[in-house]
């Protein structure tokens, strides 16, 4: 499962370098079949170009269209609902090795490719992930938008203490 995982984290990083004149890749997203490459359009490159372009490029492309999640979600059976919970749960683990051997950037974009594969339905593993989204983007500065994702993992789970505690903390920062 890990070679697979970082099979389709590389393929994503390389899947994000997208042409001007291309079109804007985040139109063909979809929830149906396996990870689509064009689902995440972060990359390491935008990270080194400034933190004016980091906040911009992160606020673009952290965005969970939960309206198009939602619609998708509808002709999805309990057994795909449970399969793709189960991919969020490997990039979830991929996520947190990331953010242990300090790849914070890398953390993020695997976070968010999580929170677009994990079901709505699951409230409790998506709060998780949208914290562990708020503490790698901490550490690399997006307080704002950390701010933003410690906010949405107490809205879905307004018990999470470790999220309250996590935007308390940014809070007192800013």
Do not use: H, W
């Not at 499962?1 to 994000?16: A, Y």
């Not at 906040?55 to 609902?81: A, M, V």
């Amino acid at each position: 499962n890990e070679e697979i995982v970082d099979s389709l984290v590389k393929s994503l990083e390389s899947s994000c370098q997208v042409k001007p004149e291309e079109p804007d890749a985040k139109e063909n997203e979809t929830l149906k079949g396996p990870i689509s490459e064009s689902s995440v359009q972060l990359d390491k490159d935008d990270f080194d170009n400034g933190q004016e372009n980091i906040k911009q490029k992160s606020e673009e492309d952290d965005f969970i269209d939960e309206e198009l999640l939602k619609e998708q979600e509808k002709s999805l059976t309990e057994e795909d609902r449970v399969r793709l919970k189960s991919e969020a749960a490997e990039l979830k683990k991929t996520g947190n090795d990331q953010y242990k051997n300090s790849q914070f950037r890398e953390a993020v974009i695997t976070y968010t490719l999580a929170l677009r594969t994990c079901p709505l339905c699951y409230n409790k593993d998506r709060a998780v992930l949208y914290a562990n989204r708020a503490a790698a983007k901490l550490s690399i500065n997006l307080t704002e938008t950390a701010v933003d994702d410690c906010s949405k993992a107490i809205e879905l789970d307004p018990d999470y203490v470790k999220a309250l505690m996590r935007r308390a903390q940014l809070y007192e920062k800013t």
